[in-house]
Protein backbone atom coordinates (compact mmCIF):
# COMPACT_ATOMS: atom_id res chain seq x y z
CA UNK A 1 0.00 0.00 0.00
CA UNK A 2 1.75 3.32 -0.80
CA UNK A 3 1.75 6.07 1.86
CA UNK A 4 -1.32 8.28 -0.31
CA UNK A 5 -3.06 4.93 0.44
CA UNK A 6 -2.65 4.71 3.72
CA UNK A 7 -3.21 8.13 4.20
CA UNK A 8 -6.79 8.11 2.63
CA UNK A 9 -7.80 4.93 4.72
CA UNK A 10 -6.47 7.04 7.94
CA UNK A 11 -8.57 9.88 6.61
CA UNK A 12 -11.72 7.44 6.57
CA UNK A 13 -10.97 5.67 10.16
CA UNK A 14 -10.94 2.61 7.77
CA UNK A 15 -6.95 2.16 9.26
CA UNK A 16 -6.73 -0.96 11.77
CA UNK A 17 -4.55 0.32 14.10
CA UNK A 18 -2.41 -1.10 16.80
CA UNK A 19 -1.13 -0.06 20.36
CA UNK A 20 2.01 -2.14 21.43
CA UNK A 21 2.52 -1.27 25.39
CA UNK A 22 -1.22 -0.87 27.28
CA UNK A 23 0.53 0.53 30.17
CA UNK A 24 -0.51 4.66 31.49
CA UNK A 25 0.18 6.22 27.74
CA UNK A 26 -0.85 3.19 25.89
CA UNK A 27 -4.09 2.31 27.09
CA UNK A 28 -5.48 6.12 26.79
CA UNK A 29 -4.25 6.13 23.53
CA UNK A 30 -6.16 2.67 21.72
CA UNK A 31 -9.25 3.95 23.90
CA UNK A 32 -9.24 7.69 22.01
CA UNK A 33 -8.71 6.11 18.43
CA UNK A 34 -11.18 3.84 19.23
CA UNK A 35 -13.58 6.17 20.93
CA UNK A 36 -13.57 8.10 17.14
CA UNK A 37 -14.20 4.90 15.57
CA UNK A 38 -10.85 2.95 14.29
CA UNK A 39 -10.85 -0.38 14.55
CA UNK A 40 -8.08 -0.84 17.83
CA UNK A 41 -6.25 -4.12 18.24
CA UNK A 42 -4.39 -3.41 21.76
CA UNK A 43 -0.88 -5.30 22.60
CA UNK A 44 0.40 -6.64 25.98
CA UNK A 45 2.82 -8.77 27.25
CA UNK A 46 1.05 -9.18 30.49
CA UNK A 47 -1.45 -11.56 30.22
CA UNK A 48 -3.68 -10.68 33.15
CA UNK A 49 -3.87 -6.70 31.94
CA UNK A 50 -5.19 -8.31 28.81
CA UNK A 51 -8.10 -10.07 30.69
CA UNK A 52 -9.12 -7.11 33.21
CA UNK A 53 -9.19 -4.70 29.89
CA UNK A 54 -11.27 -7.03 27.62
CA UNK A 55 -13.79 -7.16 30.59
CA UNK A 56 -13.82 -3.26 30.11
CA UNK A 57 -11.93 -3.01 33.44
CA UNK A 58 -9.14 -0.29 33.59
CA UNK A 59 -5.44 -1.65 35.19
CA UNK A 60 -4.71 1.74 35.57
CA UNK A 61 -4.34 2.80 39.12
CA UNK A 62 -5.29 5.87 40.55
CA UNK A 63 -8.01 8.53 39.39
CA UNK A 64 -7.91 8.90 35.75
CA UNK A 65 -11.03 10.96 34.92
CA UNK A 66 -12.94 9.28 32.01
CA UNK A 67 -10.67 6.22 31.50
CA UNK A 68 -12.76 3.71 33.07
CA UNK A 69 -16.20 4.68 31.54
CA UNK A 70 -13.97 5.09 27.96
CA UNK A 71 -13.05 1.33 27.99
CA UNK A 72 -16.44 0.60 29.45
CA UNK A 73 -18.26 1.75 25.65
CA UNK A 74 -14.65 0.93 23.19
CA UNK A 75 -14.60 -2.48 24.46
CA UNK A 76 -18.08 -4.06 24.61
CA UNK A 77 -18.24 -1.80 20.81
CA UNK A 78 -16.14 -4.16 19.56
CA UNK A 79 -14.00 -1.24 18.22
CA UNK A 80 -10.86 -2.01 20.88
CA UNK A 81 -9.69 -5.40 21.83
CA UNK A 82 -6.37 -6.47 23.79
CA UNK A 83 -4.20 -9.55 22.92
CA UNK A 84 -0.98 -11.15 24.27
CA UNK A 85 -0.63 -12.68 20.23
CA UNK A 86 1.56 -10.59 18.01
CA UNK A 87 0.45 -12.52 15.52
CA UNK A 88 -2.76 -10.55 15.33
CA UNK A 89 -0.25 -7.45 14.06
CA UNK A 90 -0.36 -9.30 10.56
CA UNK A 91 -3.32 -6.98 9.17
CA UNK A 92 -2.35 -3.86 11.09
CA UNK A 93 -2.09 -0.58 8.83
CA UNK A 94 -0.75 1.60 11.65
CA UNK A 95 1.47 0.34 15.02
CA UNK A 96 1.57 2.84 17.62
CA UNK A 97 4.67 1.57 20.32
CA UNK A 98 4.27 2.87 23.65
CA UNK A 99 6.48 0.69 25.43
CA UNK A 100 8.76 1.84 28.42
CA UNK A 101 11.94 3.36 27.96
CA UNK A 102 13.38 4.24 31.69
CA UNK A 103 17.00 4.85 32.30
CA UNK A 104 19.23 2.32 34.43
CA UNK A 105 21.30 3.39 38.13
CA UNK A 106 23.78 4.75 35.78
CA UNK A 107 21.48 6.97 33.45
CA UNK A 108 22.17 4.97 30.23
CA UNK A 109 18.73 4.32 28.71
CA UNK A 110 17.28 0.88 28.51
CA UNK A 111 15.85 -0.03 25.41
CA UNK A 112 14.71 -3.74 26.09
CA UNK A 113 10.72 -3.00 25.93
CA UNK A 114 11.55 -0.93 22.62
CA UNK A 115 13.83 -3.88 21.11
CA UNK A 116 11.24 -6.80 22.25
CA UNK A 117 8.61 -5.14 20.66
CA UNK A 118 9.95 -4.30 17.23
CA UNK A 119 11.71 -7.64 16.59
CA UNK A 120 8.03 -9.79 17.51
CA UNK A 121 5.95 -6.83 15.48
CA UNK A 122 9.16 -7.49 12.21
CA UNK A 123 8.06 -10.73 11.15
CA UNK A 124 4.09 -10.12 10.92
CA UNK A 125 3.88 -7.03 10.27
CA UNK A 126 2.18 -6.16 6.70
CA UNK A 127 3.15 -4.11 3.31
CA UNK A 128 2.93 -0.51 3.60
CA UNK A 129 2.54 -0.81 7.36
CA UNK A 130 3.14 2.77 9.37
CA UNK A 131 5.05 2.58 13.07
CA UNK A 132 5.08 5.47 15.28
CA UNK A 133 7.42 5.04 18.26
CA UNK A 134 5.36 7.55 20.96
CA UNK A 135 7.25 6.26 23.95
CA UNK A 136 10.43 9.00 25.25
CA UNK A 137 13.84 8.00 23.40
CA UNK A 138 16.96 9.57 23.12
CA UNK A 139 17.69 11.99 20.44
CA UNK A 140 19.05 9.98 17.54
CA UNK A 141 17.41 6.53 18.41
CA UNK A 142 15.06 6.49 15.42
CA UNK A 143 17.99 6.33 13.03
CA UNK A 144 20.13 4.66 15.16
CA UNK A 145 18.28 1.73 16.92
CA UNK A 146 14.44 1.79 15.25
CA UNK A 147 15.01 1.64 11.61
CA UNK A 148 17.74 -0.62 11.51
CA UNK A 149 15.73 -3.15 13.76
CA UNK A 150 12.55 -2.72 11.93
CA UNK A 151 14.46 -2.75 8.63
CA UNK A 152 15.96 -6.17 9.82
CA UNK A 153 13.38 -7.94 11.50
CA UNK A 154 11.32 -7.24 8.36
CA UNK A 155 13.66 -7.88 5.66
CA UNK A 156 11.68 -4.49 4.16
CA UNK A 157 13.35 -1.36 3.30
CA UNK A 158 12.03 2.07 4.71
CA UNK A 159 9.21 4.40 2.58
CA UNK A 160 9.20 1.17 0.08
CA UNK A 161 7.50 -0.84 2.21
CA UNK A 162 6.99 0.33 5.42
CA UNK A 163 6.74 4.21 7.26
CA UNK A 164 8.02 5.07 9.61
CA UNK A 165 7.73 8.33 12.99
CA UNK A 166 7.82 9.74 16.19
CA UNK A 167 5.64 11.26 17.66
CA UNK A 168 6.44 11.72 21.31
CA UNK A 169 3.75 11.34 24.43
CA UNK A 170 3.37 14.21 26.38
CA UNK A 171 0.55 12.79 28.81
CA UNK A 172 0.17 13.68 32.56
CA UNK A 173 -0.67 11.23 34.99
CA UNK A 174 -4.53 12.18 36.55
CA UNK A 175 -4.87 14.02 33.23
CA UNK A 176 -4.24 11.44 30.61
CA UNK A 177 -7.02 11.96 28.54
CA UNK A 178 -7.48 15.42 29.01
CA UNK A 179 -4.02 16.43 27.60
CA UNK A 180 -4.20 13.86 24.59
CA UNK A 181 -6.99 15.92 23.72
CA UNK A 182 -5.84 19.46 24.48
CA UNK A 183 -2.29 19.24 24.36
CA UNK A 184 -0.05 19.73 21.20
CA UNK A 185 1.81 17.11 19.19
CA UNK A 186 5.20 17.45 17.69
CA UNK A 187 5.01 14.92 14.71
CA UNK A 188 8.41 13.53 13.33
CA UNK A 189 8.39 11.57 10.33
CA UNK A 190 11.73 10.12 8.71
CA UNK A 191 9.79 11.98 5.38
CA UNK A 192 7.89 14.83 5.74
CA UNK A 193 5.24 12.94 3.50
CA UNK A 194 4.75 10.35 6.60
CA UNK A 195 5.06 13.13 9.28
CA UNK A 196 1.82 14.13 7.15
CA UNK A 197 0.05 11.21 6.85
CA UNK A 198 0.52 11.22 10.80
CA UNK A 199 -1.00 14.72 11.28
CA UNK A 200 -3.75 13.40 9.28
CA UNK A 201 -4.05 9.92 11.75
CA UNK A 202 -3.61 12.48 14.95
CA UNK A 203 -6.47 15.12 13.94
CA UNK A 204 -9.09 12.60 14.38
CA UNK A 205 -7.95 12.56 18.67
CA UNK A 206 -5.80 15.62 19.23
CA UNK A 207 -7.94 19.07 19.13
CA UNK A 208 -4.30 21.46 19.45
CA UNK A 209 -1.39 22.21 17.03
CA UNK A 210 0.28 19.05 15.47
CA UNK A 211 3.75 20.20 14.40
CA UNK A 212 4.96 17.78 11.38
CA UNK A 213 8.85 17.54 11.05
CA UNK A 214 11.37 15.29 11.22
CA UNK A 215 12.31 12.57 13.87
CA UNK A 216 15.12 13.96 15.23
CA UNK A 217 13.34 17.37 15.87
CA UNK A 218 10.65 15.45 18.26
CA UNK A 219 13.10 13.03 19.62
CA UNK A 220 14.68 16.56 20.81
CA UNK A 221 11.88 18.19 21.54
CA UNK A 222 10.36 15.93 24.23
CA UNK A 223 13.48 15.73 25.92
CA UNK A 224 14.52 19.01 26.08
CA UNK A 225 10.91 20.23 27.23
CA UNK A 226 11.56 17.95 30.48
CA UNK A 227 15.38 18.55 30.56
CA UNK A 228 14.42 22.53 30.56
CA UNK A 229 11.71 21.72 33.25
CA UNK A 230 14.43 19.93 35.38
CA UNK A 231 17.14 22.67 35.40
CA UNK A 232 14.43 25.79 35.82
CA UNK A 233 13.51 23.57 39.20
CA UNK A 234 17.63 23.09 40.23
CA UNK A 235 17.78 26.65 40.06
CA UNK A 236 14.68 27.46 42.30
CA UNK A 237 16.24 25.14 44.98
CA UNK A 238 20.11 26.15 44.83
CA UNK A 239 18.56 29.98 45.56
CA UNK A 240 16.46 28.11 47.94
CA UNK A 241 19.46 26.70 49.48
CA UNK A 242 21.34 30.58 49.54
CA UNK A 243 18.41 32.17 51.23
CA UNK A 244 18.42 29.77 54.19
CA UNK A 245 22.26 30.79 54.02
CA UNK A 246 21.64 34.78 54.33
CA UNK A 247 18.54 34.75 55.82
CA UNK A 248 16.04 35.35 52.75
CA UNK A 249 12.72 33.44 51.84
CA UNK A 250 12.62 32.20 48.47
CA UNK A 251 9.07 32.11 48.36
CA UNK A 252 8.98 35.79 49.01
CA UNK A 253 11.75 35.82 47.02
CA UNK A 254 10.52 34.12 43.72
CA UNK A 255 7.05 35.79 44.23
CA UNK A 256 9.39 39.03 43.61
CA UNK A 257 11.16 37.59 41.09
CA UNK A 258 8.27 36.37 38.77
CA UNK A 259 6.94 40.51 39.02
CA UNK A 260 10.14 40.96 36.80
CA UNK A 261 8.72 40.56 32.89
CA UNK A 262 10.19 37.33 31.11
CA UNK A 263 10.99 35.45 34.64
CA UNK A 264 9.37 32.58 35.76
CA UNK A 265 11.13 31.22 38.57
CA UNK A 266 10.13 27.66 39.13
CA UNK A 267 9.42 25.86 42.40
CA UNK A 268 11.81 24.97 45.20
CA UNK A 269 11.16 21.96 47.00
CA UNK A 270 11.78 19.01 48.45
CA UNK A 271 12.57 16.59 45.21
CA UNK A 272 11.79 16.02 41.88
CA UNK A 273 10.00 12.79 41.31
CA UNK A 274 7.58 11.64 38.71
CA UNK A 275 8.05 8.98 35.77
CA UNK A 276 9.42 11.70 33.06
CA UNK A 277 11.46 14.87 34.59
CA UNK A 278 14.19 12.56 36.27
CA UNK A 279 14.42 10.46 33.20
CA UNK A 280 14.20 12.19 30.27
CA UNK A 281 16.96 14.66 30.80
CA UNK A 282 19.11 11.61 31.07
CA UNK A 283 18.14 10.67 28.14
CA UNK A 284 18.97 13.78 26.15
CA UNK A 285 22.34 13.84 27.90
CA UNK A 286 22.93 10.29 26.59
CA UNK A 287 22.84 11.36 22.96
CA UNK A 288 25.21 14.10 23.57
CA UNK A 289 27.80 11.64 25.35
CA UNK A 290 27.36 9.41 22.16
CA UNK A 291 28.72 12.19 20.29
CA UNK A 292 31.68 13.26 22.86
CA UNK A 293 29.57 16.48 23.98
CA UNK A 294 30.72 17.01 27.64
CA UNK A 295 27.34 18.33 29.29
CA UNK A 296 27.96 20.43 32.53
CA UNK A 297 24.60 21.85 33.54
CA UNK A 298 21.82 19.00 33.03
CA UNK A 299 23.40 16.53 34.75
CA UNK A 300 24.07 19.21 37.44
CA UNK A 301 20.79 20.19 37.66
CA UNK A 302 19.99 16.35 38.19
CA UNK A 303 22.11 16.10 41.12
CA UNK A 304 20.90 19.30 42.75
CA UNK A 305 17.18 17.60 42.29
CA UNK A 306 17.72 14.69 43.69
CA UNK A 307 20.13 16.25 46.59
CA UNK A 308 16.82 18.21 47.95
CA UNK A 309 15.45 15.06 49.91
CA UNK A 310 18.62 14.46 52.08
CA UNK A 311 18.75 18.51 52.39
CA UNK A 312 15.08 17.63 53.55
CA UNK A 313 16.82 15.16 56.20
CA UNK A 314 19.71 17.62 57.04
CA UNK A 315 16.50 20.70 58.10
CA UNK A 316 15.29 18.09 60.41
CA UNK A 317 18.42 17.14 62.02
CA UNK A 318 19.09 20.81 62.23
CA UNK A 319 15.10 21.60 63.68
CA UNK A 320 15.63 18.32 66.29
CA UNK A 321 19.12 20.26 67.54
CA UNK A 322 17.72 22.88 68.32
CA UNK A 323 15.40 21.19 70.40
CA UNK A 324 17.86 19.05 71.91
CA UNK A 325 16.83 15.76 70.25
CA UNK A 326 19.13 13.51 68.46
CA UNK A 327 17.94 12.18 64.70
CA UNK A 328 18.78 8.78 66.32
CA UNK A 329 15.64 7.60 68.12
CA UNK A 330 13.53 10.44 66.72
CA UNK A 331 9.88 9.26 65.62
CA UNK A 332 9.21 11.45 61.96
CA UNK A 333 5.81 11.99 60.46
CA UNK A 334 6.17 12.23 56.85
CA UNK A 335 3.25 14.06 55.29
CA UNK A 336 3.05 12.72 51.39
CA UNK A 337 4.51 10.14 49.38
CA UNK A 338 3.56 10.27 46.31
CA UNK A 339 5.90 12.38 43.52
CA UNK A 340 2.90 15.14 42.79
CA UNK A 341 0.22 16.95 44.61
CA UNK A 342 -3.46 15.43 44.53
CA UNK A 343 -1.86 11.91 43.12
CA UNK A 344 -1.74 8.52 43.92
CA UNK A 345 1.50 8.23 42.02
CA UNK A 346 4.44 7.35 43.81
CA UNK A 347 6.91 6.67 40.66
CA UNK A 348 10.56 7.74 41.94
CA UNK A 349 9.13 9.93 44.88
CA UNK A 350 11.75 12.13 46.83
CA UNK A 351 9.66 10.63 50.23
CA UNK A 352 10.47 7.51 49.38
CA UNK A 353 14.40 8.80 49.15
CA UNK A 354 13.82 10.84 52.45
CA UNK A 355 12.79 7.64 54.18
CA UNK A 356 15.50 5.81 52.91
CA UNK A 357 17.58 8.42 54.66
CA UNK A 358 15.90 8.59 57.94
CA UNK A 359 16.01 5.36 58.42
CA UNK A 360 19.67 4.83 57.79
CA UNK A 361 20.39 7.18 60.94
CA UNK A 362 18.40 5.21 63.00
CA UNK A 363 15.08 7.71 62.61
CA UNK A 364 12.24 6.02 63.26
CA UNK A 365 9.59 6.78 60.16
CA UNK A 366 6.05 7.30 59.83
CA UNK A 367 3.83 7.68 56.57
CA UNK A 368 0.83 9.97 55.86
CA UNK A 369 -0.98 10.19 52.41
CA UNK A 370 -4.59 10.60 51.60
CA UNK A 371 -4.10 9.48 48.26
CA UNK A 372 -1.81 6.68 48.66
CA UNK A 373 -3.66 3.67 50.28
CA UNK A 374 -1.18 1.60 52.36
CA UNK A 375 -0.55 5.49 54.30
CA UNK A 376 -4.27 6.36 54.37
CA UNK A 377 -4.25 6.56 58.25
CA UNK A 378 -5.65 8.83 60.81
CA UNK A 379 -3.17 11.87 60.64
CA UNK A 380 -3.43 13.19 64.08
CA UNK A 381 -3.20 9.71 65.25
CA UNK A 382 0.02 8.84 63.50
CA UNK A 383 1.28 12.40 65.08
CA UNK A 384 0.88 10.91 68.68
CA UNK A 385 4.73 11.03 70.17
CA UNK A 386 6.14 12.00 67.22
CA UNK A 387 9.45 14.46 67.58
CA UNK A 388 8.71 16.22 63.88
CA UNK A 389 6.20 16.45 61.17
CA UNK A 390 7.41 16.45 57.59
CA UNK A 391 5.29 18.56 54.96
CA UNK A 392 6.77 16.60 50.93
CA UNK A 393 3.69 16.90 48.89
CA UNK A 394 1.47 19.72 48.80
CA UNK A 395 -1.85 17.64 48.77
CA UNK A 396 -5.05 19.97 49.41
CA UNK A 397 -5.51 17.74 52.12
CA UNK A 398 -2.56 19.49 54.19
CA UNK A 399 -3.04 23.23 53.05
CA UNK A 400 -5.19 24.11 56.37
CA UNK A 401 -3.61 21.54 59.13
CA UNK A 402 -4.83 22.58 62.65
CA UNK A 403 -1.54 23.36 63.83
CA UNK A 404 -2.73 23.87 66.99
CA UNK A 405 -3.56 20.32 67.48
CA UNK A 406 -0.68 19.17 65.29
CA UNK A 407 0.93 21.01 68.59
CA UNK A 408 -0.79 19.00 71.40
CA UNK A 409 -0.23 15.45 70.11
CA UNK A 410 3.51 15.98 69.07
CA UNK A 411 6.53 14.69 71.44
CA UNK A 412 8.63 17.60 70.18
CA UNK A 413 7.26 20.12 68.41
CA UNK A 414 8.73 20.56 64.90
CA UNK A 415 7.19 21.07 62.03
CA UNK A 416 9.72 20.93 58.48
CA UNK A 417 8.18 22.89 55.30
CA UNK A 418 9.47 20.69 52.14
CA UNK A 419 6.87 22.42 50.12
CA UNK A 420 6.56 26.17 51.14
CA UNK A 421 2.85 25.30 52.35
CA UNK A 422 2.91 27.11 55.57
CA UNK A 423 3.38 30.68 56.78
CA UNK A 424 6.26 30.65 58.89
CA UNK A 425 4.93 33.05 61.90
CA UNK A 426 1.07 30.88 61.87
CA UNK A 427 3.53 27.86 62.73
CA UNK A 428 5.50 29.82 65.03
CA UNK A 429 2.28 31.00 66.63
CA UNK A 430 1.19 28.12 67.71
CA UNK A 431 4.22 27.01 69.48
CA UNK A 432 5.86 25.14 66.72
CA UNK A 433 9.30 25.43 65.82
CA UNK A 434 9.24 25.45 61.32
CA UNK A 435 12.28 25.05 59.35
CA UNK A 436 11.58 24.86 55.82
CA UNK A 437 13.08 24.64 52.55
CA UNK A 438 14.32 28.29 51.17
CA UNK A 439 13.83 30.26 54.50
CA UNK A 440 16.46 31.48 56.08
CA UNK A 441 16.67 31.35 60.47
CA UNK A 442 16.76 35.13 60.59
CA UNK A 443 13.79 35.27 58.59
CA UNK A 444 11.68 32.64 59.89
N1 LIG B 1 8.35 20.13 40.86
C1 LIG B 1 9.11 21.05 41.59
N2 LIG B 1 9.08 22.37 41.24
C2 LIG B 1 8.33 22.82 40.18
C3 LIG B 1 7.57 21.87 39.44
C4 LIG B 1 7.60 20.53 39.79
O1 LIG B 1 9.80 20.68 42.55
O2 LIG B 1 8.32 24.02 39.91
C5 LIG B 1 8.42 18.72 41.20
C6 LIG B 1 7.08 18.11 41.55
O3 LIG B 1 6.85 18.19 42.94
C7 LIG B 1 7.27 16.65 41.10
C8 LIG B 1 8.21 16.75 39.93
O4 LIG B 1 8.86 18.02 40.05
O5 LIG B 1 7.88 15.87 42.12
C9 LIG B 1 7.54 16.64 38.56
O6 LIG B 1 6.46 17.54 38.56
P1 LIG B 1 5.74 17.96 37.14
O7 LIG B 1 4.77 19.05 37.48
O8 LIG B 1 6.74 18.21 36.12
O9 LIG B 1 4.83 16.68 36.80
P2 LIG B 1 5.18 15.45 35.84
O10 LIG B 1 6.37 14.73 36.28
O11 LIG B 1 3.92 14.67 35.69
O12 LIG B 1 5.55 16.16 34.46
C10 LIG B 1 4.74 15.99 33.33
C11 LIG B 1 5.62 16.27 32.16
N3 LIG B 1 4.84 15.95 30.97
C12 LIG B 1 5.38 15.08 30.08
O13 LIG B 1 6.49 14.60 30.18
C13 LIG B 1 4.52 14.74 28.94
C14 LIG B 1 6.06 17.72 32.14
O14 LIG B 1 6.69 17.99 30.88
C15 LIG B 1 4.89 18.66 32.27
O15 LIG B 1 5.38 19.99 32.39
C16 LIG B 1 4.09 18.31 33.52
O16 LIG B 1 3.66 16.93 33.40
C17 LIG B 1 2.86 19.17 33.58
O17 LIG B 1 2.85 20.01 34.48
O18 LIG B 1 1.99 18.99 32.73
Redesign the pocket.
Known amino acids: MSLHDLQMKIERKEAKLAVIGLGYVGLPVACQFARVGFDVLGMEIRAERVGLINNGISPIEGKEPGLAELLNQVVPSGKFRATTAYQELSDRDVILLDVETPVDENNIPRYEALRAALGTLGPVMQQGALVIVESTIAPGTMQSLVLPLLEESTGKKLNQDFYLGNCP ?5 GKLLQ ?1 LRTVTRVVGGMTLETADTMVALYQHVVQAELDPTDCITAELVKTV ?2 AY ?1 DV ?2 AF ?1 NEVALICEAVGGDVWKVRDLVNKTPYRNM ?4 A ?7 PK ?1 PWLLAYSARMEDVALKLIPIARLINDGMPSHVAHLIQVALSKMGREMFGARVLILGYS ?3 NSDDTRNS ?1 SESLVNYLTKIGAEVVIHDPYVPAYQGDLFGLAENCDAIVLM ?1 RHQEYLNLDLNLIRSVLRTAVLVDGRGVFDTKEVEGSGLLYQGIGVGINSA
Open positions: ERVMPNENRQIAHLPGGVGGHCIDYLEPV
